[in-house]
């Protein structure tokens, strides 16, 4: 089920990861190019909650990617609406989606979607992010953490900024 005129859904826009991927499988299926299997899940599963995370709704999302040509201009028309997250909002919604089916409510899922594609073999995959590139025959990427990202946002904890997490120490009441 290769198809490479989608984003990955590890693809940031704005910050976010899958927005992107959203977006351009709304503009397939208004054009007609969407392939069948893809269209039962518009609006549902990770479209849904990434549309409930923005504050809008899927069918709002749709009258915006059908009358804007830039993904920024659709998101921040999304954040206008809806709601802008924050960048402690931000990092842990992507944190979620990318590892949303490895331990959770969704693993099972991934496990019968792995058998269903003929993927078993592949230990690599252990997420939905990590199945769907897989399928669509991008290099599947790994969930592990190096560090770099949380070194460049900052936390309010008690309504002080603190510049990393790693720094933290005083905190031992949290």
Not at 15 to 30: E, K, S
Not at 33 to 47: R, S, T
Not at 148 to 169: A, F
Request: glycine residues 10%.
């Amino acid at each position: 089920m290769k198809n490479p005129d989608l984003r990955s859904p590890c693809d940031k826009v704005g910050g976010l990861v899958y927005f992107g991927r959203m977006v351009d499988q709304i503009r397939a299926h208004a054009n007609g190019e969407l392939p069948p299997e893809y269209q039962a899940n518009l609006g549902k599963g990770l479209d849904e909650h990434c549309v409930n995370f923005l504050g809008v709704s899927y069918d709002l999302l749709v009258q915006y990617v059908n009358e804007a040509v830039f993904d920024e201009a659709i998101l921040e028309s999304c954040f206008g609406m809806g709601h802008r997250p924050s960048e402690a909002e931000t990092y842990i919604w992507n944190e979620f989606m990318l590892k949303r089916g490895w331990h959770d409510d969704a693993s099972q899922t991934v496990k019968q979607l792995k058998r269903e594609q003929g993927l078993t073999a592949r230990s690599e995959i252990e997420t939905i992010f990590q199945l769907i590139d897989a399928a669509e025959g991008r290099t599947v990427r790994t969930n592990h953490y190096d560090g770099s990202y949380l070194d460049q946002i900052s936390l309010v904890v008690g309504g002080r900024r603190h510049s990393r997490l790693s720094s933290c120490s005083h905190l031992n009441g949290f």
